[in-house]
């Protein structure tokens, strides 16, 4: 379709930049033209970052965050209190959370969510791992901090039973009104569940 | 600012990608963050893709446009008119060119525009490169397709003026409104120039 007809490289190129996740046709041709314009240096330079990114960014072993260290500097932090871990489904949303500033607990990357409709079943997931943790560790609460979706409630549902035996806390993030959200613009669901979690003044 | 303390690695590859045109920061650490959870063997093959497509395509020594070959497919191609020349910015818009599927010239890629704010001289462009086909190729037309902003302008008026001594007609692309444009949402210099520009019918 369109005109590459001797820049197989380049073609091949900006296939590899639309496989990204939310990058278009255009987005991905863009970006391609740009590393071509660039010194070969520069380019080779991106190339080698990604390249170490992948090989020596692993994940930690006991809460599987990302790491280029043997454990990942949150469970390293001896100022950090192990009693409590929060549960998400992402690295970056252990960066989301820290942003914060005001979190010292532990955490515990699931790698997803539970969805049937995906195919993710709970041990493809941390699962198993984090209900272990629980068992053996001397944890005091579980704050599950996973996305506000439908997968998300399963899967924090699903945890939430599987940890009753235990004498840990399980909580959750709560759900209700953005901060600065307009009433006029929130959708139905976040309005009823702001409604159904009213709280006293 | 951000919370990636023992992952220089990954704080390295979110620079890179932010230093791409129109990636903010956030869709930078997506990106990251995206090529850390697929396999070893698909973030190699990203960067092997940017480092062959860097060093094995190169500038076309007539044209200037991009090619893998010794030169590009538009010059290679012996049923194109050798007679017209179109002269664009930049490569990409020598793909957005013949996209059109109509134009069945050759091409020049000037590798910029004229811009006495950001510092760019003519000779800093390929318009010496342009000036000496015109003289030594056998040119009717020079058909003038750069961007309709004030750099284009300025550099359409001065190839114009640098080529008044051959006997090449020197056009430009018509200016005007877009089709499917609505008029109420177009901007007042485009309906202006429209205006100015109006056919008869």
Redesign the interface.
């Known amino acids: 379709m369109?005109?590459?007809?001797?820049?197989?490289?380049?073609t091949?190129?900006i296939e590899?930049f639309e496989s990204?996740?939310?990058?278009g046709h255009r987005?991905a041709?863009?970006?391609?033209?740009?590393?071509?314009?660039v010194p070969?240096e520069e380019?080779?330079?991106?190339?080698?970052?990604?390249?170490?990114?992948?090989?020596?960014?692993h994940r930690c072993p006991r809460c599987f965050n990302?790491?280029?260290?043997e454990i990942?500097?949150v469970c390293?932090d001896k100022s950090r209190d192990p009693k409590i871990i929060c549960v998400v489904e992402?690295?970056?949303d252990?960066?989301a959370m820290?942003?914060v500033r005001q979190y010292n607990g532990l955490y515990h990357v699931l790698g997803g969510c539970i969805s049937p409709v995906k195919g993710v079943s709970p041990d493809q997931l941390h699962i198993p791992e984090l209900a272990r943790r629980v068992a053996e560790e001397d944890v005091e609460e579980v704050i599950l901090a996973l996305n506000n979706s439908v997968e998300g409630e399963v899967t924090t549902s699903f945890i939430n039973k599987l940890l009753l035996p235990y004498a840990a806390r399980v909580t959750r993030l709560a759900s209700g009104l953005p901060v600065g959200a307009l009433l006029e613009r929130s959708d139905e669901m976040t309005i009823l569940r702001a409604l159904e979690r009213r709280e006293e003044l």
């Not at 369109?2 to 380049?10: E, G, N, Q, T, V």
């Not at 990204?20 to 990058?23: D, E, K, R, T, V």
């Not at 380019?43 to 960014?57: L, N």
């Not at 990302?66 to 260290?69: A, C, E, I």
């Open positions: 369109y005109y590459h007809k001797d820049l197989s490289l380049l091949e190129l590899r990204l996740p939310s990058i987005s041709e863009r970006l391609a033209y740009h590393l071509l314009s070969k380019a080779q330079a991106f190339a080698d970052s990604i390249v170490k990114a992948s090989r020596e960014i990302l790491t280029q260290q990942c500097c390293a992402a690295p970056k252990v960066a820290e942003r």
